[in-house]
């Protein structure tokens, strides 16, 4: 049976939301078991208050953890007894370890992917992949969100590769439409990492339709946009807060009117980015999952499904026969 490893330290609010979406997710499908790194005699607690056994669980303890104030170089030789370091060991060294979900420190487990678990032949990092909701009732993948901000044209041609195998693992899209970001819909276009970019990416043997604005990303004509880090992880979170005060403009004019549940919950489905799910450190041997630090359990929920649907859609072996 595959396992998820599932590190319940280091989030905003501590391990409870997280075991309980966990349980959740495995009281709906009994296909996998869950590797839980973190505090045993809380994580036995919640599981006994749940009502559940642990037959389908494992728990590696620690009270130890990466805290958001830590250097992202302390996983780098250290930190061998924190639950993020036990987690990407575990994933691995398990043959059965399928992928893992994690809150903690973003920096951490950026530089964890590399030095503890490993990366596809030829990348020297890894880049972070999301997955959001688009007017037209489909999925967009930003790519990338936030891992490198500082990138070259080499960079984004190898993120169109990854997030082209991404949406073909995730939503089962034979040949995804992927669009590079930029300030116009014209390959002229853009500063010179996005010319240069465009370039590369137009030569390769995916489905390439060419450069959108921002204006475009909740109503894409894409599957996949490519960025770098910085642009992305501006992007990601200004659209984020605009969707947020969407909703509260619907809360304070249309509050008590037969249409305010309706809008409300409409708008939240698209906007309320921590009840989704996660983003993907795309480009290691196995999915990575990066849940928001102040994830609840519909958070932890989602994520165990992103990286079961991940796994079952062959995304590492999808990305490594792509960039090989």
């Given at each position: 049976?595959?396992?998820?490893?599932?590190?319940?330290?280091?989030?905003?609010?501590?391990c409870f939301p997280i075991v309980c979406?966990?349980?959740?997710?495995?009281?709906?499908?009994?296909?996998?078991?869950?590797?839980f790194a973190g505090d045993k005699s809380?994580?036995?607690?919640?599981?006994?208050?749940?009502?559940?056994?642990?037959?389908?669980?494992?728990?590696?303890?620690?009270?130890?953890?990466?805290?958001?104030?830590?250097?992202?170089?302390?996983?780098?030789?250290?930190?061998?007894?924190?639950?993020?370091?036990?987690?990407?060991?575990?994933?691995?060294?398990?043959?059965?370890?399928?992928?893992?979900?994690?809150?903690?420190?973003?920096?951490?487990?950026?530089?964890?992917?590399?030095?503890?678990?490993?990366?596809?032949?030829?990348?020297?990092?890894?880049?972070?992949?999301?997955?959001?909701?688009?007017?037209?009732?489909?999925?967009?993948?930003?790519?990338?969100?936030?891992?490198?901000?500082?990138?070259?044209?080499?960079?984004?041609?190898?993120?169109?590769?990854?997030?082209?195998?991404?949406?073909?693992?995730?939503?089962?899209?034979?040949?995804?439409k992927v669009a590079l970001m930029s300030?116009?819909?014209?390959?002229?276009?853009?500063?010179?990492?996005?010319?240069?970019?465009?370039?590369?990416?137009?030569?390769?043997?995916?489905?390439?339709?060419?450069?959108?604005?921002?204006?475009?990303?909740?109503?894409?004509?894409?599957?996949?946009?490519?960025?770098?880090?910085?642009?992305?992880?501006?992007?990601?979170?200004?659209?984020?807060?605009?969707?947020?005060?969407?909703?509260?403009?619907?809360?304070?004019?249309?509050?008590?009117?037969?249409?305010?549940?309706?809008?409300?919950?409409?708008?939240?489905?698209?906007?309320?980015?921590?009840?989704?799910?996660?983003?993907?450190?795309?480009?290691?041997?196995?999915?990575?999952?990066?849940?928001?630090?102040?994830?609840?359990?519909?958070?932890?929920?989602?994520?165990?499904?992103?990286?079961?649907?991940?796994?079952?859609?062959?995304?590492?072996?999808?990305?490594?026969?792509?960039?090989?």
């Amino acid at each position: 049976m595959k396992k998820l490893i599932v590190d319940t330290l280091g989030s905003d609010n501590g391990c409870f939301p997280i075991v309980c979406g966990v349980l959740n997710a495995m009281a709906e499908r009994d296909d996998f078991s869950v590797v839980f790194a973190g505090d045993k005699s809380e994580i036995e607690k919640i599981v006994c208050s749940r009502g559940f056994g642990f037959d389908r669980i494992e728990i590696l303890h620690t009270k130890s953890f990466v805290a958001d104030s830590d250097l992202p170089t302390c996983v780098f030789r250290g930190g061998d007894d924190t639950s993020m370091v036990m987690s990407l060991e575990k994933l691995r060294d398990d043959v059965d370890a399928c992928a893992m979900i994690c809150a903690g420190n973003t920096g951490a487990l950026l530089v964890g992917t590399i030095c503890r678990l490993g990366l596809v032949k030829g990348l020297m990092s890894p880049v972070l992949a999301t997955a959001i909701p688009c007017k037209k009732d489909g999925l967009v993948c930003l790519v990338d969100c936030g891992a490198n901000t500082d990138c070259k044209s080499e960079d984004l041609k190898n993120f169109a590769l990854m997030g082209n195998a991404y949406m073909q693992s995730l939503a089962g899209i034979e040949s995804p439409k992927v669009a590079l970001m930029s300030v116009g819909q014209s390959p002229h276009k853009g500063n010179a990492l996005v010319k240069e970019a465009y370039a590369l990416i137009e030569k390769l043997p995916i489905n390439f339709i060419g450069n959108i604005e921002g204006t475009h990303l909740v109503n894409s004509p894409a599957d996949v946009v490519v960025t770098d880090g910085f642009t992305g992880n501006v992007l990601l979170k200004n659209t984020e807060a605009a969707g947020m005060a969407a909703i509260e403009i619907v809360d304070e004019l249309a509050s008590g009117t037969e249409v305010h549940d309706k809008l409300k919950n409409a708008l939240h489905s698209m906007f309320a980015f921590n009840d989704l799910g996660g983003a993907t450190f795309l480009g290691a041997k196995k999915p990575v999952v990066k849940m928001h630090g102040c994830a609840n359990e519909k958070t932890a929920y989602e994520c165990v499904k992103l990286a079961l649907t991940l796994d079952s859609g062959d995304l590492s072996n999808r990305i490594h026969n792509a960039l090989c």
